[in-house]
């Protein structure tokens, strides 16, 4: 099947011809039994999980900026900053992971099994790196989370994001396992299209952290 | 086997007792949820009794100021994480999906995991308590007194995750409750058609989204605070005391809302019903649950007015805290003039919705004193604020409740409850209540502050404390009457039939109590009242298989039949999932290394969960057509 | 001096202070405002109640009424209540303003410091040897400004004293500022409002407000170092404080004991009470205090003496000799 190139309008227009009316009532067996992207429940809680982790992420930031303007200097006991290097290197790993997230997205939305099983495998893989950095990350800090709240702001942003890289990387190990299945339900993937979603969210939410954990510290107390 | 029985089969719960676990279906989970709601309700109210027994005398001895401080502190943190705002949560778990003419919540099994962490929190809060070990820093936990250095212990532990569980079951269900309202409405109901009621879930919901993080984060840091020595919240290294009061708050003020908003979506389909018309107003209606929504964010420092926070920022919060007063003055006179202009059916649950014009009125004044800030200077942290937070949440949120409970019971349980009985319960409920509460004004007016164990004799306090301790026991006396009456109408009430009071919303065009399906043929809508228009077409929905879970999807706006949807059926992983969540929240407590192994049975449970099942693969194979 | 434990005014309806009064006349103006809404709202839905017909459960319910009249009446009852809120917000803007030109000139200064569970006090003066400590009983000035430096030894407290003034947060790392003025001599009782955990309740603040001369002589004899023990049984009481587990957590000036966990008690015996207005200052329960204080405050920091009662006398007749 290739509808990848049909936009969710197309799609969804193509449902409303299938409805069909007869004897007053309206017939709804012709529908299709799962949809891609916001016309999908999975789609909706997937937003509200983004949204809701979104807040977490910007009022951890905002504790941040909150402590920072009480602060006489930040780092505030003198630490040094977090070494550039490997969070530096992560970033762009998170970034390019990006495709082949879209890559999977692409072909799990053209119904293309093999293309989304390689392509969950690829992701993996590129998690699999992202978290060991982020170790290697962990141990460049330049301070502990028990040294002064500098340290312990840092490290929760750092736990934080951390929580969900790992917590994506078991959902999408699970998911690609269930890709393996047999028989497989053809509204798996959406489940494969949504956790795209997540992942870009993960990443995308990474950045204002980054600047927040590597920069600020870089441009003195406020 | 009829169509009727086949639906029955399909979306029941499972018998037996492993089958009482395994249950899913939201009216089942829904009174569930209600009961326990009620049943803490009734303990933090039992709790407050021995609080005003202490306090009907001064420089009474019946308790000492560590139970006292445990039973505020807990009494505070009930009613607020663990009845009310839960119930709302709970009395939408049942009646949305009906009010909106579909055969299911969304995510089921998420909604059934909700209610048990819920459950379980509930369990853990009361064990601490019992065993003398119950947080009691207040429901706000202020540090540096909730912190390591001045309340050692796991009391405070305790208390933050309280929260942890109360607001994984909050945040969980206001997904459900979004993708409920957004997704699964009857064909024809768009957004300007759909009930007021879900207009206020869904706005809640939204808000829940927002302002739950910042409490969960909050409690987050307390914890490694007390337990792994960070220092957020410490002043001696560089933390801040303050920090943890804008985070809390900032929760903490839309928190009201969160009970306050969803009230008054009862009270405008009780008063729609026993006006016999729609509400004045429907599209002004809407635009102030939005705006007191959005509104209800940039308030939270009027609970920070005593502190050392800039003047100018602190009259603009006065500003705030006054301007909402309009969004809701504007419901309450769109209300008058329903009532106005209707055929009113004075019966118990109008009563009810009726107490609100007379007490969270007088509560939105108080709470229009308290957002001035010189006035507020000298009435926070005393009685005052105690009087007008409960005439604005009992009078807000548990009047309308319980005009909501008198209105719904007929549809949970297929009986009514008793009229008579009903308006007794009123009358001692509205004078116990007032009684209990009206003085409070003029003791802290009188200059008494709250929180406090006792009090010296001589103040001129002791009168008016003794006034309120009576009241609470009215109370006491008409919270028992409502559970005579609720017990006696379960075994023997009079039969109520699909629509009782004649309402015009959805949910009344089922059985009394609704087949475990919900709509053999769900419904087609036409306008706003779906019962009382005219008959059009098409009348509903066929098409949907009645022998596997199947439910319609409609689009956000419009509802437009979009596809079908096979739902999960029903299974224990939910309540391992809760049991094996609770185990963790609960050792992390004791040690941090709990986060980490203690993620592996959940991670174990989630998966097992989620898991596709070859059966039930094959079962909706037939089914399936892709887009 | 202040024997009771309740003596004094302790009320934000009795302003006697100009901090307190423009507050209270703020309250007037609202408390009419709100009164008179409050009785619009119900006025108007008793009318509703009493002018709509009665119907039934089969009455046929109205469709698609034409609300447009009821939606004016509606707007107008909401322009009016804005215009109303604008009134409020005015006044408080107002009084915030008046509060904060509080006349500061020749003002005294005074530190508060909160702690669970009383109040460690600092006279400033410009001259710094004239500064002095005390604890638990604050004495004002008549007719003087007076500015309440603010801070906190452990959690956040909130002193009031409400026939003066709003209250104010003590809090930890942050220092915050009270100004006021007392314009009648007399006994008021301030008390935390901050909860401060087990013993909030019991953390009040006894105010004396005292003409000038009077207070200046207060200040002379809070200044000067603690009288010597008077007779052999004070002497005794002394050497078992300096020596005992007393001098660890107190401070008595012009003795070796300069602590300052606990109160100041170079002049305790010139205070009407005891352990922030909780008890009455008497030989009595100064025993009763001092051999147990968790029996009057459960939870109090100060442990239980071990002297013995004889041993218990002699420090009693000490204490009851610093005047």
């Known amino acids: ?222 | 086997m009829t169509a009727h029985d086949t639906l029955e089969r399909t979306w029941r719960d499972p018998g037996g007792f492993v089958g009482w676990f395994c249950a899913v279906n939201h009216k089942t989970i829904g009174l569930r949820f209600i009961t326990t709601t009620f049943v803490f309700f009734a303990a933090a109210g039992a709790l407050a009794l021995v609080m005003r027994l202490q306090l009907a005398r001064p420089d009474n001895h019946l308790i000492g100021p560590d139970l006292y401080n445990q039973l505020f502190t807990v009494h505070g943190t009930t009613m607020m994480f663990l009845f009310a705002v839960p119930v709302m949560q709970a009395m939408a778990t049942y009646l949305l999906p009906l009010m909106l003419g579909s055969r299911s919540i969304a995510f089921p099994r998420l909604n059934a995991y909700a209610y048990w962490i819920y459950l379980f929190g509930c369990l853990m809060l009361f064990g601490a308590l019992f065993a003398n070990v119950g947080p009691d820093a207040g429901w706000f936990s202020y540090v540096p007194l909730a912190g390591p250095d001045y309340s050692p212990g796991k009391r405070s532990d305790f208390w933050a995750q309280l929260i942890t569980f109360s607001e994984m079951s909050g945040l969980l269900g206001s997904i459900v409750i979004i993708a409920t309202i957004l997704k699964l409405r009857a064909p024809g109901m768009a957004l300007h058609r759909m009930p007021l009621f879900a207009w206020a879930m869904l706005v809640t919901s939204f808000m829940v989204m927002f302002a739950m993080p910042s409490v969960m984060f909050a409690s987050t840091a307390l914890i490694t605070d007390r337990l792994v020595g960070t220092h957020f919240f410490n002043p001696a290294e560089g933390g801040d005391a303050l920090l943890w009061q804008h985070l809390f708050w900032f929760f903490g003020h839309p928190e009201v809302y969160f009970i306050f908003i969803p009230a008054l979506g009862f009270m405008s389909q009780i008063i729609a019903t026993f006006a016999r018309r729609p509400v004045v107003g429907y599209a002004a209606m809407v635009l102030a649950l939005i705006a007191t929504a959005f509104m209800s964010f940039g308030l939270w420092v009027h609970h920070m007015f005593a502190t050392n926070l800039p003047e100018l920022g602190k009259a603009f919060f006065t500003a705030m805290s006054l301007m909402i007063a309009l969004p809701t003055a504007l419901q309450i006179f769109c209300w008058l003039a329903t009532l106005a202009t209707g055929r009113l059916v004075l019966k118990t649950p109008l009563l009810f919705v009726l107490a609100f014009f007379f007490i969270l009125v007088l509560g939105g004044l108080s709470g229009v004193t308290l957002g001035m800030v010189p006035l507020d200077l000298q009435v926070h942290d005393t009685y005052f604020v105690v009087a007008h937070l409960h005439y604005v949440l009992i009078g807000g949120a548990v009047f309308p409740l319980i005009g909501a409970i008198y209105y719904w019971f007929p549809k949970f349980s297929g009986r009514l409850l008793n009229e008579r009985m009903g308006q007794l319960q009123f009358w001692l409920f509205f004078i116990g209540f007032n009684l209990t509460f009206f003085p409070m004004h003029l003791l802290g007016l009188h200059g008494m502050p709250r929180r406090v164990y006792t009090y010296p004799a001589g103040m001129g306090w002791e009168t008016m404390n003794l006034w309120s301790t009576a009241g609470a026991f009215v109370i006491a006396l008409s919270v028992a009457l409502f559970v005579v009456n609720v017990v006696r109408s379960v075994l023997r009430g009079a039969p109520a039939g699909n629509n009782p009071w004649q309402a015009g919303s959805l949910e009344w065009a089922t059985a009394s109590p609704p087949s475990a399906g919900n709509f053999l043929q769900p419904p087609v809508v036409h306008g706003r009242e779906p019962l009382w228009e005219p008959a059009a077409q098409p009348a509903g929905v066929i098409g949907l298989a009645n022998d596997q879970r199947e439910v319609l999807i409609t689009s956000a706006i419009e509802a437009q039949p979009d596809h079908r949807a096979i739902f999960p059926t029903p299974s224990p992983w939910p309540f391992v999932s809760a049991a094996a969540t609770t185990l963790l929240f609960v050792t992390s407590i004791f040690t941090p290394w709990a986060v980490v192994w203690a993620s592996i049975p959940v991670a174990l449970a989630l998966i097992a969960w989620f898991w596709p099942r070859v059966r039930e693969t094959l079962a909706e194979k037939p089914l399936e057509r892709a887009p | 001096m202040i024997g009771n434990t309740s003596g004094g005014w302790q009320d934000a309806l009795l302003a006697h202070g100009p901090q307190a009064a423009q507050v209270l006349d703020l309250w007037r103006v609202t408390l009419a405002v709100c009164s008179v809404v409050f009785a619009l709202v119900l006025l108007a839905l008793l009318l509703a109640l009493w002018r709509a017909p009665r119907g039934t459960h089969e009455t046929a319910p109205l469709i698609a009424p034409d609300d447009r009249i009821p939606l004016r009446r509606v707007g107008g009852a909401i322009a009016a209540s804005a215009l109303l809120l604008l009134g409020l917000l005015g006044g408080s803007v107002a009084t915030d303003r008046a509060l904060a030109q509080l006349v500061l000139r020749d003002a005294l200064h005074v530190e508060l410091t909160g702690r669970q569970w009383w109040w460690s006090i600092h006279y400033d003066d410009p001259d710094p040897s004239r500064g002095f400590d005390t604890a638990n009983e604050l004495h004002l000035p008549l007719g003087r400004p007076v500015i309440l430096t603010l801070r906190s030894g452990d959690v956040i407290h909130s002193v009031w004293i409400p026939s003066l003034a709003g209250k104010k947060d003590l809090i930890p790392g942050r220092t915050t500022t009270l100004t006021l003025r007392a314009d009648r001599a007399g006994l008021y009782r301030g008390q935390c409002a901050e909860f401060c955990g087990a013993q909030h309740a019991w953390m009040g603040l006894p105010v004396s407000v005292d003409e000038p001369a009077r207070f200046e002589a207060w200040a002379d004899a809070q200044r000067a170092a603690a009288k010597p023990p008077a007779d052999e049984l004070a002497r005794r009481g002394q050497r078992l404080m300096l020596n005992g587990a007393c001098a660890m957590c107190h401070a008595i000036r012009g003795t070796d004991a300069n602590a300052r966990q606990g109160p100041d008690l170079t002049h305790l015996a010139a205070r009407g009470t005891l352990a922030a207005g909780t008890l009455p200052n008497d030989a009595a329960h100064l025993a009763a205090w001092v051999s147990n204080p968790a029996a009057h405050k459960p939870g109090v920091n100060m442990p239980s003496a071990t002297f013995s009662p004889d041993e218990l006398q002699a420090v009693v007749a000490y204490l009851r000799g610093l005047q």
């Not at chain 1, 790196?129 to 982020?134: C, D, T």
């Not at chain 1, 330049?142 to 490290?155: F, K, L, M, P, T």
């Not at chain 1, 929760?156 to 890709?179: E, I, N």
């Open chain 1, 1 to 222: 099947m290739t509808w990848s190139d049909e936009t969710t309008t197309a799609q969804r227009e193509r449902s409303q011809q299938a409805l069909q009316t007869h004897g007053g009532l309206l017939d709804v067996s012709a529908l299709p039994s799962f949809a891609f992207s916001h016309r999908s429940l999975m789609w909706w809680s997937t937003a509200g999980l983004m949204a809701i982790e979104g807040a977490v992420f910007a009022l951890a930031v905002v504790t941040m900026l909150f402590l920072r303007v009480h602060a006489p200097a930040w780092p505030l006991s003198g630490q040094l900053p977090p070494e550039l290097l490997w969070g530096s290197l992560n970033t762009l790993v998170m970034l390019s992971s990006v495709i082949p997230n879209h890559w999977t997205k692409r072909a799990a939305e053209a119904l293309d099994l093999r293309g989304a099983r390689i392509g969950m495998l690829l992701c993996l893989g590129w998690a699999a790196v992202f978290l060991a950095v982020r170790v290697l990350e962990f141990r460049a800090l330049n301070c502990r989370w028990d040294d002064d709240a500098y340290g312990s702001i840092v490290w929760m942003l750092m736990a934080l994001h951390t929580t969900h890289l790992v917590t994506d990387f078991v959902d999408s190990s699970v998911l690609a396992a269930v890709l393996y299945r047999k028989p497989l339900a053809l509204r798996r993937f959406v489940d494969v299209s949504e956790n795209c979603l997540y992942w870009d969210f993960v990443v995308l939410s990474w950045l204002p952290l980054y600047a927040a954990v590597y920069w600020l510290p870089r441009m003195g107390a406020s």
